[in-house]
């Protein structure tokens, strides 16, 4: 039997999702999270706790629980100690269940303070010189302190107070969890208030998966001849590499997803329907607020070319690839097993519960119902954020989180992580278009720029920026884009660059080559948007398969290659 060329096949476009892609929906940048943790750490004018939490304007529809909570852990650098205060106690006392007997309030009180160290996070976020009024960069180099400070297993001296203090790793490690924790509460409260006040925005983002989960049904039609145990069926044009640690993009598209499933196309002999699902690189627990069994496991390719391949399955798989290559909000690391769990709110399009739940008690969020007889004892003893992991049974809290911050020491996360960055960077290797959504490629992600230009096999790859808000609505490419930029560094200051793209398409041009990148600075969703307002089929096809690149279109050209193999 004759050999054949073998040449994994990977989806076509590979979207690589930033911050300013969610930006419209409210959701905090590394600017105004950098911005808001030094307004709550520094006093100035002698402010108190609430007045620095007002002031620092992200924790909308909270800011009372977490003046208790900060309260609960000390807020005063003058106060190192790792006992509790009589103000801690009652401010504790408010955030907890009312029943609670007063010996399990000092217990939850230890316990914060042991895994949420606000005292050391303050002296830290002081430490930090804020340079030329750069908050983005200020949160990253807060992050670069404790992170390389960690990776050394080092402590970090204090000076700038009445008193020094030397911070010990493990001071460190717990001042890294509330920093952490702080950024997702800033995240939830932001897409609570959009949630709250100006919920139709989040329409724009719906309509957008409609429209291309409809596009991947299409294109299951359209390989109906092809075999649907190969990944050049069962894989989706499109994966996308979220650099985001907000789970609404992902909730977005596995809502419809789920909804377009309800009514699936039907192909091949057997006129077997062609259902969409989501592929994390690895194999996750999920829990959401209505199931109540133990979870359900994250489809993978094994599953569907396993499903696809047996004449017995009544349906057919289609998976995207999606990788949190930075982690999520709502993906936790059981210290035991060490397997990655995934936390889901209702099964609606908007949820109120999308963001889990923080360790204390508050009325925006509600309390997660319980699943198991384990959950229960544990909200009833004040520990809000405990949920059971699903393979071992152990339980985990918020700070299990995974999220791999703005620093620029990448290494030391988890397995599943490490696992779900090399597939990321593998299936760069069979993109033949890239877009930049939201996501310019920053400095502290020197992996990822150096990973794009590693894994490219030719220099035929097509680079689509979509960064900025203050440009045009529509595409700039050649010798107009280059004037573009040319026009915009000789009259705009330099601190402004960002809002029109300038950095991200300087970056893609350098790595793909001025020929092979076009550019879109008028905002998102405007991107995918007529007249801002709606939807549009077309323009969001043109966003994932210009003409340029697929002129024959997916279906045409991955024909055209089984014929040729």
């Known amino acids: 039997?004759?050999?054949?060329?073998?040449?994994?096949?990977?989806?076509?476009?590979?979207?690589?999702?930033?911050?300013?892609?969610?930006?419209?929906?409210?959701?905090?940048?590394?600017?105004?999270?950098?911005?808001?943790?030094?307004?709550?750490?520094?006093?100035?004018?002698?402010?108190?706790?609430?007045?620095?939490?007002?002031?620092?304007?992200?924790?909308?529809?909270?800011?009372?629980e977490l003046e208790y909570f900060l309260t609960a852990l000390g807020d005063n650098?003058?106060?190192?100690?790792?006992?509790?205060?009589?103000?801690?106690?009652?401010?504790?006392k408010k955030i907890l269940p009312q029943d609670i007997q007063e010996e399990k309030v000092i217990e939850r009180i230890l316990e914060w303070k042991a895994h949420y160290d606000w005292n050391a996070l303050r002296r830290l976020a002081v430490k930090v010189p804020v340079e030329n009024n750069n908050y983005s960069f200020y949160i990253m180099d807060l992050y670069n302190m404790i992170d390389g400070s960690l990776l050394s297993r080092q402590g970090v001296q204090d000076t700038a107070n009445e008193t020094p203090v030397f911070l010990f790793p493990h001071?460190?490690?717990?001042?890294?969890?509330?920093?952490?924790?702080?950024?997702?509460?800033?995240?939830?409260?932001?897409?609570?208030?959009t949630r709250t006040e100006n919920s139709q925005k989040f329409s724009l983002y719906l309509d957008f998966f409609k429209i291309l989960s409809c596009f991947m049904q299409r294109e299951a039609i359209d390989l109906k001849e092809l075999n649907y145990y190969l990944r050049n069926f069962y894989l989706m044009s499109y994966s996308i590499i979220s650099f985001n640690f907000e789970p609404v993009f992902l909730w977005f598209m596995i809502i419809m997803f789920t909804k377009l499933n309800e009514t699936p196309p039907y192909i091949g002999k057997r006129n077997l329907p062609v259902r969409l699902f989501r592929d994390l690189a690895v194999v996750a627990a999920t829990k959401d607020s209505d199931i109540q069994d133990e979870a359900y496991y994250s489809v993978n390719e094994t599953v569907a070319k396993h499903i696809n391949g047996i004449k017995e399955s009544g349906r057919i798989f289609r998976i995207c690839k999606f990788y949190y290559v930075h982690g999520s909000a709502n993906i936790r690391e059981c210290e035991n097993c060490g397997k990655m769990l995934m936390l889901w709110g209702k099964w609606v399009e908007i949820p109120k519960d999308l963001f889990t739940l923080p360790p204390f008690k508050t009325n925006l969020f509600g309390v997660r119902a319980p699943h198991t007889i384990e959950e229960d004892e544990a909200y009833s003893e004040g520990r809000y954020d405990a949920v059971q992991c699903s393979f071992c049974g152990n339980m985990t809290y918020a700070y299990n989180n995974t999220m791999v911050m703005q620093s620029a020491y990448k290494g030391g996360h988890t397995s599943f992580l490490e696992e779900i960055q090399r597939d990321a960077k593998v299936s760069l290797s069979g993109a033949k278009h890239i877009i930049l959504l939201g996501y310019s490629l920053p400095p502290d992600d020197v992996i990822w720029r150096s990973a794009i230009v590693a894994k490219q096999k030719n220099n035929a790859v097509y680079c689509s920026v979509v960064v900025g808000y203050m440009g045009e609505d529509r595409w700039l490419e050649g010798e107009e884009l280059l004037r573009y930029v040319s026009n915009i560094k000789n009259n705009i200051e330099k601190e402004e660059w960002a809002s029109w793209g300038i950095n991200a398409?300087?970056?893609?041009?350098?790595?793909?080559?001025?020929?092979?990148?076009?550019?879109?600075?008028?905002?998102?969703?405007?991107?995918?948007?007529?007249?801002?307002?709606?939807?549009?089929?077309?323009?969001?096809?043109?966003?994932?398969?210009?003409?340029?690149?697929?002129?024959d279109g997916i279906a045409g050209m991955r024909l055209r290659d089984v014929v040729q193999a």
């Open 505 to 551: 398409i300087d970056a893609a041009t350098a790595i793909f080559g001025k020929n092979n990148v076009r550019a879109y600075t008028g905002g998102i969703p405007q991107v995918w948007c007529s007249d801002g307002s709606s939807a549009d089929k077309s323009k969001i096809e043109d966003l994932l398969y210009p003409i340029k690149v697929f002129p």
């Open 171 to 193: 001071r460190l490690q717990a001042a890294r969890n509330l920093l952490v924790l702080l950024s997702n509460l800033m995240m939830a409260c932001a897409y609570h208030k």
């Open 77 to 92: 650098l003058n106060y190192d100690g790792v006992s509790y205060t009589n103000e801690a106690l009652e401010a504790a």
């Open 1 to 64: 039997m004759p050999l054949t060329n073998y040449k994994p096949f990977w989806p076509e476009t590979a979207i690589l999702l930033g911050a300013g892609a969610t930006a419209s929906l409210g959701l905090p940048s590394s600017e105004q999270m950098g911005k808001t943790i030094h307004r709550l750490a520094v006093i100035k004018d002698k402010k108190n706790l609430k007045e620095r939490i007002n002031e620092a304007a992200y924790f909308y529809g909270i800011e009372t």
